[in-house]
């Protein structure tokens, strides 16, 4: 058997079955292929359900209020997967007649739509011959066959699209590209794949020069940024003090309470009496209590976090800042950082 065939036969008998792979809707294989983006198949799974269930068609989704899908997709990060597809969403109502498109050019058009996504969809909708290469068919490739050049580079992408198209079976194309997928992901694992049972063996060039835990090579990222963020918790009566960010950073349009960004850690007691923090709840505030520091880690980012619950506030100069109160009872109807969703929730559970 060559190469493809193997792989197929694998797939055949260790596929998972999972509910996304049970349809040809190029509409709902396009949310599992969003959702399960930088996601692990466990977690995203409850996600996909969700989505499939309250959104089943794309104008549904697309009729959706973008608060509504942004709370929906709470906890998965990369929030901007959220806003895109509702974005994808009303030019598929707009300029395609609300028919999801199957086509690797039409899809390769819409927004957060790439070249592996639109491969994957339009290869298990309608079989079409695109090879799909992601971080398990990169790093199966780069195994099997001895290849040490960058899987992040640009003549890596390149090299590996190509190669993953040579071995494409095209008479199956879709269920190659899941089997190919598959198979990286269950047998060829980044950590302690199980060589002595995997099929392809005997012709694996990293397993007969014993560099299985050398590749793939992978430039190395740029380095994470540290920031530090004081963030307010304001109570009154049974409202919080909240804020909706803007554009141009991360968890655009979520809800968080007011924050103080610092250009390294500081104390408490030191930033109620700057100038910017007078100037927004006046003179006289008193720290009710100061939470322990919080790590947060994002991609590139590391937040560095405290939360001040204070009191005594002044309510003046709070709407200059287009900060809000907010029911307590509430705020589970908006989107929120994971960050400040659990901190929440468990400030109230201590409160009760």
């Known amino acids: 058997m060559n190469f493809a065939e193997e792989i197929i036969e694998w797939y055949q008998l260790h596929k998972r079955d999972l509910p996304w792979r049970n349809t040809n809707d190029p509409y709902i294989i396009w949310l599992s292929e969003i959702i399960m983006q930088q996601t692990r198949v466990e977690q995203g799974t409850p996600y996909f359900n969700r989505f499939a269930e309250k959104y089943p068609t794309v104008k549904q989704f697309a009729d959706a209020k973008e608060e509504e899908i942004l709370k929906l997709w709470q906890g998965l990060g990369y ?73 992040n580079s640009g003549k890596g992408k390149k090299l590996f699209t190509e190669l993953a ?97 610092s250009k390294s850690a500081c104390l408490a007691e030191d930033l109620i009496q700057s100038e910017e923090f007078i100037n927004c709840f006046g003179k006289n505030v008193r720290i009710k209590s100061i939470s322990k520091p919080v790590k947060h880690i994002l991609s590139h980012q590391k937040l560095h976090t405290i939360f001040i619950n204070i009191e005594n506030f002044s309510e003046e100069f709070i709407s200059q800042k287009n900060w809000f109160f907010v029911n307590q009872n509430e705020l589970n109807q908006l989107a929120q950082p994971k960050l400040i969703f659990h901190f929440l929730e468990n400030f109230r559970i201590l409160s009760q």
């Open 79 to 151: 929030y901007s997967r959220g806003r895109n597809m509702h974005h994808t969403a009303k030019i598929v109502m707009e300029e395609h007649a609300g028919y999801f498109p199957s086509s690797y050019e039409s899809l390769i058009k819409l927004k957060g739509i790439g070249e592996y996504t639109a491969a994957a969809i339009s290869s298990f909708s309608s079989n079409e011959a695109k090879a799909v290469v992601d971080g398990n068919v990169f790093r199966l490739l780069s195994r099997y066959f001895g290849i040490d050049t960058p899987i």
């Open 165 to 261: 198209n040579e071995l494409l079976d095209k008479s199956q194309a879709g269920e190659f590209n899941q089997a190919i997928m598959e198979f990286g992901s269950l047998q060829c694992k980044p950590k302690n794949p199980d060589c002595l049972a995997c099929p392809l063996q005997v012709g694996c060039e990293a397993k007969k020069s014993n560099r299985i835990h050398e590749l793939p090579i992978k430039i190395k990222s740029q380095k994470s940024r540290d920031r530090y963020f004081n963030y307010i918790l304001a109570l009154k009566d049974d409202q919080i003090l909240l804020n909706k960010r803007g554009a141009g950073d991360i968890w655009e349009n979520l809800h968080e309470l007011p924050l103080f960004e």
